[in-house]
């Protein structure tokens, strides 16, 4: 906790063992002891170097009402030319407390993917699906692209798809949707989506596709970014009426959705290009009234979220009740 007036230097952060199991780029805040609605001014410095050179600066100068959000890169993988971090925060003598930098722990999503039992289907695996098949889980792969077109994105880096993909089990792809899942209704145990639910246009109406191919009893178990705590801390959350109103339209993204994102002069070419991107930004409080009014209106029988302090992920879990 830095007083009023005092700064302190990390050097070398990518060496300190606590430090390397933070997420990349986002979840890490700054605090203030302050009252929450008392402003504080803090300055963030991380310097990049490489063999000696520096080779980048990134400074962040806030004076925000607290918590405030701190887009720190850090290294993604580990290579043997690693870069060198150090990193330092100032806090200014104007604040009314102290200040200090937090990353909370990861959230572990192997807790909810030991909730994946029976038959189910990931949509949007990628190259990488994470439910993975066990003598008690039988799983299909939903994604939009199928292995050719995979395989075409990754032209450009061909080690990187032979070293991601050669666990890859192609033969339980099926090219689909999210609002179009190939099985029959009330045939799945669970639905799982990692970073699916965000890029959905209408989630209202793909929460009930979703339920209507899960047996009583199934589960919707779903990884969302956070809004506050991501790369898209910018970006203004999406509202109920918002979402209710996309209700009676259509379950893809057209060019407005694009533009929206992307701005008119990009949009028809990211439409050409099929560029991924998030149509809904939630925090955990909206994504929970967004769920009650699926519960309330849309079939949904219950709902459990998750979500530990400033960490990049929302987990949460959905379903039908079982049988009586």
Known sequence: DLPPG?????LGLQDLKPLQSFPNST???LFSSSPREEPFHARVVLRESHSGVEVDVREFTLSSANPAIVPIPWPAVSTHRQPLFDLSVEADARNAGGVFLSVTPL????DLIRLCKGVGVEIGPGVNPQVLTAPDVDVTYCDEMDR?????AYAYKKHTWEARTSATPWHLYRKASGDALPVEDGSLDFIFASHVFEHLVNPLRHIEHWLAKLKPGGLIVAIVPHAECSVDYARPLSTLPEIIAE??????PGREHYAKFFGEKDADRRLRERRSFHAHFYTAETLGVVLSHAAAYHGLDWYQIEHRGNYQEIFFVAGKAPAS
């Open 148 to 152: 050719a077109e995979w395989e075409q």
């Open 6 to 10: 005092t700064s302190i230097s990390l």
């Open 107 to 110: 959230q572990d999503r192997q």
């Open 27 to 29: 979840g890490w805040v």
């Open 247 to 252: 209700y009676d339209g259509p379950m893809r």
